[in-house]
Nanobody, 118 residues
Framework: QVVLVESGGGLVQAGGSLRLSCAAS????????MAWFRQAPGKEREFVGN????????TYVDSVKGRFTISRDNAKNTVHLQMNSLKPEDTAVYYC???????????WGQGTQVTVSS
């Protein structure tokens, strides 16, 4: 079992920055990768990016490349999502997720709201 707790959401003006954090506990040694997803009102959940637990190699969806950075704090079993140059279209509930094997992410955090005002 892996438990994920997110923090760091809030309201920011366009062009601003926010950093989200996702603290993992439990069987963290079994994590293959962790990811960030987001869901805007009336839209389906969207993959934002992920990070391989063992290598810290990160990938991103095209719409956030160059603006968002995923990093891992090994000592704290925490993954961060640094979001810069935020746009109103980045407004969504952001979720972190973890997977133990390739395939669907099977552990999810509770979500944190990010609102970007124009």
């Amino acid at each position: 079992q892996v438990v994920l707790v997110e923090s760091g959401g809030g309201l920011v003006q366009a062009g601003g920055s926010l950093r989200l954090s996702c603290a993992a506990s439990g069987r963290t040694f079994s994590i293959l990768s962790m990811a960030w997803f987001r869901q805007a009102p009336g839209k389906e959940r969207e993959f934002v990016g992920n990070i391989i637990w063992s290598t810290s190699y990160a990938t991103y969806v095209d719409s956030v490349k160059g603006r968002f950075t995923i990093s891992r704090d090994n000592a704290k079993n925490t993954v961060h999502l640094q979001m810069n140059s935020l746009k109103p279209e980045d407004t969504a509930v952001y979720y972190c997720a973890a997977q133990q094997t390739p395939g669907p992410y099977n552990y999810w955090g509770q979500g944190t709201q990010v609102t970007v005002s124009s």
